[in-house]
DNA sequence: TATAAATATTATCATTCACTTATATATTGC
DNA sequence: GCAATATATAAGTGAATGATAATATTTATA
């Protein structure tokens, strides 16, 4: 995946310059993140939370990984430099606690589990 | 002019993102551009180009310089560190020839010159 | 299998945005 | 001052976009 063209940059930037999906990736850049956990913390309905997703799902700047009724997002780890530049240089958010019933919630893998 | 937090560098990104004015800075990294320059360029009115100038120059990304009446843009040379990296990024672009009189055009004043 | 929870999809709507046309402003040279 | 050139501004329009509400899908569990 590279964004060889002004064609590519113009879409992906245009793509992750909205605040939401900006937002997302700062949280991102921390670990994966539940679809849950993005609802709770931002201030929009289940829906938009999941267009949102899907957009950066579908550009590939995201991967998801399905665990059982949850969905759990990652930044993909192949993007075009510029694009990973630019999520470095966002600022690290600090996840806020769940909307859904955090006492089912399988455990997160993280990292040193390696999935 | 820095971007310090995710609401400002959403602004600049989706400044930035238009796929015109994300042109025009790959224009812009040779050095300065006349506007009948960029006119030239797009297949686009003249206002339509004007009005992308006045964005980029009023979020600061770029700056100009007025000659009798032409009017010269080059970029700011003091902008967030994410949006020069961004700007590197970009290919480099020819410039073609100017749709003005070009007959009449003053000499564009080079960097050695020292403006 | 029925229910509940998590997520995705669809339809719709309001807003934003980039474009065009028309007009205004500014500078140069006669 | 007047005409021509370069650029900017204003008004209006169509398309893209992000939101919501309603509904569908999927999975776990009683």
Known sequence: ???IN???MS???KLISDKTRLTMLAYL???EMCVCEFVAVFDLSQPAISQHLKKLRTAGI???RKQGTWVYY???PDLPVYISDLIRALPTLIIKKCSCQTSKLPPTPSVKDGV
């Open 1 to 3: 995946m590279k964004g």
């Open 6 to 8: 002004l064609e590519d």
């Open 11 to 13: 879409f992906l930037l």
């Open 29 to 31: 850049k921390n670990g």
């Open 62 to 64: 995201i991967c998801e």
């Open 74 to 76: 990652r930044l993909n």
